[in-house]
């Protein structure tokens, strides 16, 4: 059974849905603005490190997810018991060494891969790698699928493409287990607060 606190949500989507005039004309679609920001500030709540910050953008992220969930339940489609019933069996199905008897694999990332591959009769390392993400993540992903394919693709550093040598920095962050996307935002983040320095001095 969800908590009581989990209960008590659903509950409060249901009534907005009803009773407030916003809420109740929203679709999948309108809310995905709403899905990425409130994504991204997850990321940002992670990364600050605070955890009153991250508690509360988990929550606006939840409320995404039961809202989409609330949608699809007055549709007739789908509710979120259905929801929260397919990534549990998900991640029993994925984890046999945990919930069954099999042993612990050697390569948990590949046999990951493997298992996804198989359920989803994907015939591409590239298949279900969202089009949307950012150049950098999906350069990183991409990257990283290929290498448990036993795909030899790696970019080249060389040259005077920039575009090539910028994939060889994904690929050496990913070498040696680093998120280039990450880096990148805190070498920004690094950047503005020399901004901001500067323009107090002029």
Do not use: N
């Not at 390569?107 to 969202?130: C, F, H, N, V, Y």
Request: hydrophobic share 40%.
């Amino acid at each position: 059974m969800p908590h009581s606190e989990v209960e008590r949500l659903i509950e409060v989507m249901h009534t907005l849905r009803q009773k407030c005039p916003w809420d109740a004309e929203q679709t999948h679609e309108s809310l995905m603005p709403y899905l990425v920001e409130e994504t991204l500030e997850v990321v940002e709540a992670v990364e600050d490190g605070s955890d009153a910050a991250l508690v509360e953008e988990l929550g606006d992220l939840l409320l995404q997810v039961a809202f989409h969930a609330e949608i699809a339940a007055q549709q007739g489609r789908f509710d979120i018991d259905d929801v929260a019933r397919g990534i549990a069996d998900k991640l029993v199905a994925r984890h046999p060494h945990v919930f069954a008897s099999e042993p612990l694999p050697d390569d948990m990332l590949s046999t990951w891969e493997q298992r996804k591959r198989a359920e989803k009769g994907r015939t591409s390392a590239l298949d279900g790698i969202p089009g949307r993400m950012s150049a950098l993540t999906r350069a990183a992903k991409v990257i990283a699928r290929s290498e448990r394919h036993g795909l030899d693709v790696a970019p080249t550093s060389g040259g005077d493409d920039l575009g090539q040598r910028m994939l060889a920095l994904v690929a050496e962050a990913h070498a040696e287990g680093l998120d280039a996307e990450q880096l990148t935002r805190a070498a920004v983040r690094d950047l503005e607060r020399r901004v901001v320095q500067a323009e107090s001095k002029g």
